[in-house]
């Protein structure tokens, strides 16, 4: 039993107030993986894939992953480049960010086929999100894509989050296009409905679940910021969920990826999508009321 994330994760500087800063560890897909880690019992192991250099920012930052329990033996290593960086700015709780990534290592974790065909074989669950695709150089993406569909046909179950960030992306028609490529090998969709009205038009959650359903995958369920969500199971007509109870955030970093991984836990552990988007709504509360992406491992934990 394998959870295995694969993507970029960035050297993080948060605030730390009165100008000053806090470095940490953190990316979409890692933080997702370090909230399964908090949230799956012992006997799965939660992974994670990457490329990371041989700087010391790399040596930590796999030591980081190593300590909270993250399984880091199927990294691999660049000579020459590094990580990226990202620091976020905040305006009443609501995150925006400044990236420096354009040679991060991580750019080129598709460059080997058959490294990453290794590292995705065998798992249980892989979960990658649409900022592991934009990050791909080169024809990395359509590597990307028959790896994971061989992973698939093998057993593996796949998750994507779309995580629409138009600014990694050439123009908006290639973004769209390897969303839904991506999605096409996807089991369980995890969309934002903001993010999908913007770029793909969709009028309400329930039309995001079911592009998303008629696209192939078996479940989705389509988070919308506080209000209604929706959920589709087995391509059938999706229902709306009634909205959660709110919170004031105090930085909404990682907000998504601790919902994803909440949620992907809950019903990796038997509860169905609608406890399971609860299980996931109520770790996200306390995720936002943290600076930065990842909250304290034990507090996670509940």
């Known amino acids: 039993m394998r959870f295995l994330a694969v993507g970029e994760c960035m050297v993080e500087m948060s605030h730390a107030g009165e100008g000053l800063w806090r470095q940490g560890f953190a990316g979409d897909t890692l933080n997702t993986a370090w909230y399964m880690r908090a949230g799956l019992p012992a006997d799965w192991a939660v992974e994670y894939f990457t490329v990371v250099g041989t700087d010391p920012l790399s040596e930590a930052m796999l030591g980081f992953m190593q300590g909270a329990g993250i399984g880091t033996g199927r990294i691999a290593r660049h000579p020459e480049r590094a990580p990226g960086l990202y620091m976020i700015s905040l305006e009443n709780g609501e995150r925006s960010f400044t990236y420096w990534r354009d040679n991060s290592a991580a750019r080129t974790l598709a460059a080997d086929p058959a490294r990453l065909g290794q590292a995705l074989a065998g798992a249980a669950m892989i979960y990658v999100s649409g900022i592991t695709m934009a990050v791909l150089e080169g024809e990395g993406r359509a590597v990307m894509l028959d790896q994971l569909g061989r992973a698939r046909a093998a057993g593996s179950r796949v998750v994507f989050d779309p995580n629409l960030r138009p600014r990694l992306w050439r123009d908006a028609a290639s973004m769209c296009a390897a969303i839904e490529a991506t999605a096409t090998l996807a089991d369980i969709v995890l969309p ?110 509940g």
Do not use: C, I
Request: glycine fraction near 10%; aromatic fraction near 4%.
């Open 192 to 301: 934002s409905h903001d993010d999908e009205a913007r770029h793909f038009g969709d009028a309400s959650p329930e039309a995001t679940a079911r592009r998303y359903a008629a696209l192939g995958a078996g479940e989705v369920l389509v988070k919308n910021g506080g209000g209604p969500m929706a959920l589709a199971l087995e391509r059938q007509a999706p229902e709306t969920l009634p909205p959660l109870p709110s919170v004031t955030p105090l930085d909404t970093t990682g907000a998504g990826d601790s919902f994803n991984a909440g949620y992907l836990a809950a019903r990796l552990a038997g509860l169905d999508p609608q406890a399971a988007a609860r299980r996931g709504h109520d770790l996200a509360s306390r995720v936002v009321q943290h600076y930065g992406a990842l909250m304290p491992m034990e507090k996670a934990r």
